[in-house]
C-alpha cells in the first residue's frame, strides 16, 4: 500500500504557492512539474542555467543545447531566460528561489540530509545539492520511506557522509507527509490506507503522532 | 581592435604540458570545447588536473582523455555517467576532488575577478568542510572557499567575434564565462567566428579583454546525453 513515484509527486505539487520559484531535483522531484495545481503559476529553476523550464520536446524537436540539471533535453516558457553557473548559484544562496525539492538516501530527525555519496560504492559527486540544502528556506524531500533493503530511510542519526545539516523542513514519503520539529519527525498525514503503525515500524528515528493523523487527500 | 582570432587547432592549444592544470567549460556535455577536448587526447600531454564540472561519458567530452590516462586529478561537482572515471577513482588511479556545484562555480568566477576567497554556507557540517576556516555571519556558519586559477581555460561558445567577444546558446553557457574569466590562457572556441563589429556589443556575455585566442571551431557533434521527448497526442 501507499503511494507510487507519481503519487508522491503529486502529493509535494499542493506544496507550490502562487509566484514561487522552485528548483527540482532529480528523480521524483523532476515528476512534480507535471502535477501544478490549477491556478497556480510557478517557473522552475534548473541550476545548469535555466528559468522558465517547460515540459520535454516533441520528438525531433530536441536541442543538444537546452539542457535540465539531469541532462534531459527540455523546452522553455515564454519569459525564460539562461544565465552562467554563477548566477544560478546566486539565485540558490541568495534565497531567490522559495522551494527546493530534491531526493534523499538518508534524512534524521533533526533535518540533516545525505544522497550523494556511499563510502566505497556510489560516489558521483553532490552536485548542486550542497548548495541548494544550505541555503534554501523550504526544502522538502521526497523519497521512499524505506530503502530496497527494507531499511528506514529516517533516521535519529545518518549513517551514510552528510549533504546539509539541520536543512530538511518536509519529507513526503510513499506512507506518510512527515514536518522536521525540534522533537522529531512530526506525522502530519498517512498516505491512503497506510496506518499509524506501518508508518511507525518503517521509521527508525522519533515519530510524533500527535492525535488523530489523517488520511492524505487524494 | 585586438585580433585574437588563431587559424589552427595547433596555434589554439600551444604551449600546453603535461602537469598542467586547466579549465573546460560545459555541463555535462552541453557547451563542452569538443575542438580542443580532441586536439588536447591527440597531443598526448598528461598529468593533467582538470577542472570541469562533469567528466564527460565513456567515449566523448573529457572521457577521452580519462581513456588515454592523461588525467590525474579531476576537480568537479557530480561524475556520474562515466564508468571508466568511476573505476580510475575506485582504484586510486585518478585523484579527485568534489565540491559543491555552485562552489565551483563561484571559485572560477573568483579566480577570474581577483577575490583570493570567499565564505559559503554550502558544505558546511560535511566533509567538504574539513580542514577549512568556518566563520558566523547573521547566526549561521560559514566555511572558507578558496579561488581557482588555471594555465589554460578551454571554452565553447555559439557566437564570437575577433575581438574574442562571446556569445553563448541556451544552456551551453553554464560554466563557460566564468572559467574565460579565470584561466592564465583563455581559448575559445566558436560555432559562428564573425568579425569584430558584428556582434551587437550590448548582447555579449564574455567581453573578449577575457579570451586570448578564439578559433572557427569545426564539425561539432553536440551529443545528447539523456533525450527526453514527449509524443505529439
Known amino acids: ?218 | 581592435m585586438i585580433n585574437k582570432e588563431v587559424k589552427s587547432i595547433d596555434e589554439a592549444i600551444a604551449g600546453v604540458q603535461s602537469n598542467m592544470t586547466f579549465m573546460l567549460g560545459g555541463f555535462g556535455l552541453c557547451g563542452i570545447p569538443e575542438n580542443c577536448i580532441d586536439a588536447l587526447a591527440k597531443s598526448g600531454i598528461n598529468g593533467l588536473t582538470c577542472i570541469s564540472n562533469n567528466a564527460g561519458v565513456d567515449d566523448f567530452g573529457l572521457g577521452l582523455l580519462l581513456q588515454k590516462r592523461q588525467i590525474k586529478k579531476m576537480i568537479s561537482s557530480y561524475v556520474g555517467e562515466n564508468a571508466e572515471f568511476e573505476r580510475q577513482m575506485l582504484s586510486g588511479e585518478l585523484e579527485v576532488d568534489l565540491i559543491p556545484q555552485g562552489s565551483l562555480a563561484e571559485r572560477c568566477r573568483a579566480g577570474g575577478a581577483g577575490i583570493p576567497a570567499f565564505f559559503t554556507p554550502a558544505g558546511y557540517g560535511t566533509e567538504v568542510a574539513e580542514g577549512k576556516e568556518v566563520r558566523e555571519f547573521n547566526g549561521q556558519p560559514h566555511i572558507l572557499e578558496t579561488a581557482l586559477e588555471a594555465d589554460f581555460a578551454f571554452v565553447k561558445a555559439w557566437k564570437g567575434d575577433t575581438a574574442g567577444n562571446l556569445i553563448y546558446k541556451g544552456t551551453a553557457r553554464n560554466f563557460n564565462p566564468m572559467m574565460a574569466m579565470a584561466g592564465k590562457i583563455t581559448v575559445a572556441e566558436v560555432e559562428q567566428l564573425v568579425p569584430a563589429g558584428e556582434l551587437d556589443p550590448a548582447s555579449i556575455h564574455t567581453p573578449g579583454i577575457f579570451v586570448q585566442r578564439i578559433i572557427q571551431g569545426k564539425n561539432y557533434e553536440k551529443r545528447i546525453e539523456q533525450r527526453t521527448v514527449r509524443t505529439k497526442e
Not at chain 1, 545539516?165 to 507527509?177: D, G, P, Q
Open chain 1, 1 to 218: 500500500m501507499g503511494l507510487d513515484k507519481i503519487g508522491i509527486a503529486k502529493r509535494i505539487a499542493k506544496e507550490l504557492k502562487d509566484g514561487y520559484y522552485v528548483n527540482l531535483g532529480i528523480g521524483i522531484p523532476t515528476l512534480v512539474a507535471n502535477y501544478i495545481p490549477e491556478g497556480i503559476n510557478v517557473e522552475f529553476q534548473s541550476e545548469n542555467g535555466v528559468l522558465g523550464m517547460g515540459p520535454f520536446p516533441f520528438d525531433g524537436e530536441e536541442d543538444a543545447d537546452l539542457i535540465n540539471a539531469g541532462k534531459q533535453t527540455i523546452t522553455t516558457l515564454d519569459g525564460a531566460v539562461f544565465f552562467d553557473s554563477a548566477t544560478s548559484f546566486s539565485m540558490i544562496r541568495g534565497k531567490h528561489v522559495q522551494l527546493t525539492v530534491l531526493g534523499a538516501m538518508e534524512v534524521s530527525e533533526n533535518g540533516d540530509i545525505a544522497n550523494w555519496k556511499i563510502p566505497g560504492k556510489m560516489v558521483k559527486g553532490m552536485g548542486g545539492a550542497m548548495d541548494l540544502v544550505a541555503s534554501a528556506d523550504n526544502i522538502i524531500v521526497a523519497m521512499m520511506h524505506t530503502n530496497k533493503a527494507g531499511e528506514s530511510k529516517l533516521l535519529k542519526k545518518c549513517s551514510l557522509p552528510l549533504t546539509g545539516v539541520s536543512c530538511v523542513k518536509k519529507i513526503v514519503t510513499n506512507l506518510a507527509v512527515l514536518e522536521i520539529v525540534p522533537e522529531g519527525f512530526l506525522l502530519l498525514e498517512r498516505a491512503p490506507g497506510v496506518s499509524v503503525e506501518e508508518i511507525q515500524n518503517a521509521t527508525e528515528g522519533t515519530l510524533i503522532i500527535k492525535g488523530t493523523v489523517p488520511e492524505m487527500e487524494a
